[in-house]
């Protein structure tokens, strides 16, 4: 066997980390679990707990439910997945030098093909694709993975310090706003718009309302605007196909360029967290690295969950009207999710092998399929939400999303779990290898 056929193989059972992939099939319920709030409402709707959906009030178990999601899954999971991401890139760069090859070449192969793949799905399937965001910091990542482990670990907490200084920045601005309006919206320009908008709340809403390329207009390019979340409405749950891929394309677009100068910095620095997980040994079997995993497991449990719970709490105390609560949210989300996804990995590195194996198996089948999932996620809820399946957008609140979410991950761990009884690799995944080296997979 030649060091190229070694080095292009699919990793040996033996040499896999059970732990990681049993993460990472975890990590794709929870994204879901928020990513169904993206499927199947408007994007301003998504972001923006204090908007609500015309025609539908939301009941105690919406709220519940919302609040569920907020503590435990927001940004969290996302980030543990953006973690994972960074650990194996990691491991095919030091594989590839270990066989004596530059961690660039195959590197950037895998990368351009991961950013194709995330631009068809992020254009044609699902504006919220983090792939194309994948594919561009995994640079930063195969040139971090040669750093020693003090110097990664630096990184990303320098990383991570730019993330949260953004969202402080961002939260204060919002507060300022909202809660000095008169420099930035005189109180007679403030009762004219909302004189103009009670008027023009019901037409927008109704059949006679504004389509596609005219709504986007009316809305002045404001996703929050009525008009916009008409529009997208009717695109996404009436079609026609040019419609939806309007609002889909403009969606896609300023969903990156916040990932960019915002959410961006985040997933960096958990990329980076995962080279550091490489490089320490953190997630071997040594006992070392078992104690290092409970210690971190404990300290990060019990430092990150309390602003998990101050983020949603802030609109319980506050109300959805506050200027301060979304403010507060912001900040306490983001201290949240920069410390718990590395609770979760390592709680979940550490636990997860010892469940009983009807639990593991299938975990363990998901994340070693996380492509094929991930992706598999987009395509059944855009089924379900679209005009052409089920037409459930705009139609339902968070505890409709909340039980849905956990239906179709689990209908995917089932087919994940018979497919690698049967395959080595899955589907997506075989395709992967296969763009990337322009030869079957071994």
């Avoid at 059949?207 to 709504?215: E, F, I, L, V």
């Avoid at 960096?268 to 550091?276: A, I, K, N, P, Q």
């Avoid at 089932?414 to 322009?438: C, D, K, M, N, S």
Wanted: net charge neutral; glycine share 8%.
């Amino acid at each position: 066997m030649t060091l190229e056929a070694k080095t292009l193989a699919p990793i040996a059972a033996s040499e896999r980390l059970r732990g990681v992939d049993i993460a990472r099939g975890l990590a794709l319920l929870g994204i879901l679990l928020v990513n169904v709030r993206f499927f199947f409402a408007p994007l301003a709707f998504a972001v923006d707990p204090t908007i609500e959906l015309p025609g539908i009030t939301p009941s105690h178990a919406d709220l519940i439910a919302w609040s569920f999601v907020e503590i435990f899954c927001s940004f969290k999971f996302i980030s543990l997945f953006s973690m994972l991401f960074g650990f194996g890139l990691a491991m095919q760069a030091a594989r590839a030098s270990d066989a004596g090859q530059s961690r660039w070449s195959a590197g950037l192969r895998r990368l351009t093909v991961l950013l194709g793949i995330g631009l068809l799905h992020g254009i044609f399937v699902w504006y919220g694709d983090i792939l194309t965001l994948y594919a561009l910091l995994g640079v930063v990542v195969l040139a971090c993975a040669r750093l020693s482990p003090r110097v990664v670990l630096i990184a990303a907490v320098v990383v991570g310090g730019i993330s949260l200084l953004l969202s402080t920045g961002a939260a204060v601005m919002q507060w300022v706003i909202a809660s000095f309006p008169e420099p930035f919206d005189p109180p007679e320009l403030t009762a004219e718009l909302a004189e103009v908008h009670a008027a023009h709340a019901a037409k927008v809403f109704s059949d006679a309302g504004p389509r596609g390329w005219q709504a986007m207009v009316d809305a002045n390019l404001n996703i929050r605007s009525d008009a916009w979340m008409a529009g997208e409405i009717a695109a996404m749950r009436d079609g026609p196909f040019v419609d939806a891929l309007l609002f889909r394309a403009a969606n896609f677009a300023m969903s990156y360029l916040a990932a960019l100068f915002g959410y961006g910095w985040h997933a960096l620095s958990m990329m980076l967290l995962g080279v550091y997980a490489l490089k320490s040994g953190l997630f071997s079997a040594h006992s070392d690295a078992s104690r290092r995993r409970r210690r971190i497991a404990g300290i990060g449990l019990a430092v990150g969950f309390p602003f998990a719970i101050i983020a949603p709490a802030a609109f319980w105390i506050g109300g959805f009207e506050s200027a301060l609560a979304p403010a507060i949210h912001t900040i306490a989300l983001e201290i949240g999710a920069l410390i718990l996804p590395i609770a979760y990995a390592c709680a979940i590195v550490e636990w997860g092998p010892r469940l009983p194996s009807l639990l593991t198996t299938p975990l363990e089948r998901t994340g070693r399929m996380s492509l094929t999932v991930y992706l598999g996620e987009s395509l059944v809820c855009t089924a379900l939400a679209s005009w052409w399946g089920f037409a459930w957008f705009g139609t339902m609140w968070d505890a409709e999303f909340t039980l849905i979410a956990p239906i179709v991950w689990t209908a995917l761990v089932v087919f994940a779990t018979l497919w690698l009884g049967r395959f080595r690799i899955g589907p997506l995944e075989w395709l992967w290898r296969l763009a990337t080296y322009a030869r079957k997979p071994a």
